[in-house]
């Protein structure tokens, strides 16, 4: 059983940053690959970025290319997403996720947490 709990999530200027820190419970969380999903209202969850499991291969939405980052500390069990120069249509709630290996499904979420851009 994996549990992760995201935070760092606000209300902030267009333009301006925020990071979001999504922490995982478990000894494994090391061995684990990582995403940053998000859903805003009336829209579907989408994907915004990936991160293996060393944090050598990191993949993301183009929408958020060159804007956003994923990095990951394995010694403190915690993925992060780096949000720079936000958007109105950032606006979501953003999730965290785990999988156990690049060709499986995401099996554990956490509760999401919001990100208001205002214009």
């Known amino acids: 059983q994996v549990q992760l709990v995201e935070s760092g999530g606000g209300l902030v200027q267009a333009g301006g940053s925020l990071r979001l820190s999504c922490e995982a419970s478990?000894?494994?969380?090391?061995?684990?690959?990582m995403g940053w999903f998000r859903q805003a209202p009336g829209k579907e969850r989408e994907f915004v970025a990936t991160?293996?499991?060393?944090?050598?291969?990191?993949y993301y939405t183009n929408s958020v290319k060159g804007r956003f980052t994923i990095s990951r500390d394995n010694a403190k069990n915690t993925v992060y997403l780096q949000m720079n120069s936000l958007k109105p249509e950032d606006t979501a709630v953003y999730y965290c996720a785990s999988k156990p290996s690049i060709a499986t499904t995401y099996n554990y979420w956490g509760q999401g947490t919001q990100v208001t851009v205002s214009s």
């Open positions: 478990g000894r494994t969380f090391s061995s684990y690959h």
């Open positions: 991160i293996n499991w060393s944090g050598g291969s990191r």
